[in-house]
């Protein structure tokens, strides 16, 4: 075992802000679970590793223009750790003006908001560029985990690291079966004998992982050979519409010899996009055991309830203000909040849930309450 992980190396694409959710900063920043951050979990997740192997796997943070000041900051916490971490930058480029193509900055847009981080695809590249690679390859590493830092189900298996090392399959990505909440990822498919990844939608697909070959991808960046599909993202800024070319990594699969796709359980796709996610990470459908967020046993359901909270919730601070405690949704189906709705300590939620406060109503859902199968639309249905 030991052997297999001191060639292997978790990157976690770090660019991301939590400003969806209402956070200044990196998003794996925002406190998940008994007062850990994502990054937290990541570093206690590979520190657990080392020790249990006695190896050396490093810690590699691409960061974007972002969050590079910050993650700098934050990563000095971690210096007693038993982990080697890295930091670098992934590039920045220009924002297109959509009316004439030309770059935002040259139109007087100077600051942070004329540019952007152009995709996770740009992992090749800016691994390459760092100096970070030429020292990893130098250390004898030869694989690469990467995956998103809010993903928490993205975690280091060692059987599919002996399957790639055991069957010389270049680069791997790992796929889960799709579900409502997934209907912008992209899929895998086979075309003209490669196996290549088909982008439905416009905007990148954030839920692949992979295990890729250090050394194969070095010879590919070295030669120019990885031409990936660029993904338009439009997007506007005060007012003006601009366009992102951006690029994804899953893109790549198809430049790699033996190139594989695994399709592993959803357990191992577990991203916090929102708040309604966060809900679940905290709730007791989960536990934290040494930085890994293990399923509760006892949720006899394979899928997870499905949760719709409204822009009451959106934010981060308002979301933690309007729950005196997580409530259980071991047993629940769906949940669909709306409206001024808080919750009271020791709720437990069942089945299908619907509470929507009519306008101006505060509606308040008491302490110990268990709703099952309820529809709520005041103070008395509960």
């Known amino acids: 075992m030991k052997a297999l992980l001191d060639k292997l190396v978790v990157l976690k694409l770090n660019g ?58 934050i990563v000095e916490k971690y210096s007693n750790s038993n982990i080697e971490i890295h930091t670098f930058n992934q590039s920045q480029y220009p924002r297109i003006v959509t009316e004439d193509f030309l770059p935002l900055p040259s139109k007087g847009q100077t600051g942070k908001d004329g540019w952007y981080p152009p995709g996770h695809g740009d992992v090749f590249p800016s691994l390459n560029n760092s100096g970070k690679l030429d020292t990893l390859l130098s250390q004898g590493k030869e694989y690469v985990f990467v995956a998103n830092s809010d993903n928490l189900g993205a975690i280091v298996d060692i059987k599919i690291l002996n399957h790639l090392i055991t069957n010389q399959n270049e680069y791997c990505m790992e796929v889960t079966p799709k579900t409502l909440a997934d209907v912008k990822g992209g899929t895998l498919i086979s075309y003209e004998g490669r196996v290549q990844l088909l982008e439905i939608a416009q905007v990148p697909d954030e839920h692949v992982n992979e295990f890729k070959s250090i050394e194969k991808f070095k010879r590919l960046v070295d030669a120019e050979a990885l031409k990936m599909e660029i993904i338009p993202n439009p997007k506007e ?60 046993p006892a949720r006899v359901k394979p899928s997870n309830p499905s949760i719709e909270l409204g822009p009451e919730f959106k934010k981060v601070a308002n979301f933690l203000a309007r729950f005196k405690s997580i409530p259980s949704i071991v047993e629940l189906d769906s949940l669909k909040v709306s409206g001024d709705v808080s919750f009271g300590s020791g709720v437990v939620l069942k089945g299908n849930v619907t509470i929507a406060a009519k306008a101006g109503v505060k509606l308040e859902i008491p302490d110990g309450a268990v709703l099952e199968n309820k529809d709520i639309n005041g103070p008395e249905d509960l």
């Open 16 to 73: 991301g802000l939590g400003t969806t959710m209402g956070c200044t900063g990196p998003k794996s920043v925002i406190e998940v679970r008994n007062g850990f951050t994502f990054l937290d979990l990541i570093v206690i997740q590979i520190e657990s590793l080392n020790k249990k192997y006695g190896c050396s796997v490093p810690l590699l943070l691409m960061n974007s223009f972002n969050t590079h000041d910050d993650t700098q900051k």
């Open 237 to 296: 800024v005060d007012g003006v519409k601009v366009l992102q070319l951006e690029t994804a990594a899953g893109a790549a699969i198809r430049f790699f010899e033996k190139a594989i796709g695994i399709n592993v359980p959803r357990s191992r796709f577990l991203p916090v996009k929102a708040t309604s996610d966060l809900l679940l990470v905290q709730s007791d459908l989960y536990t934290l055991v040494d930085g890994y967020v293990i399923r509760n």
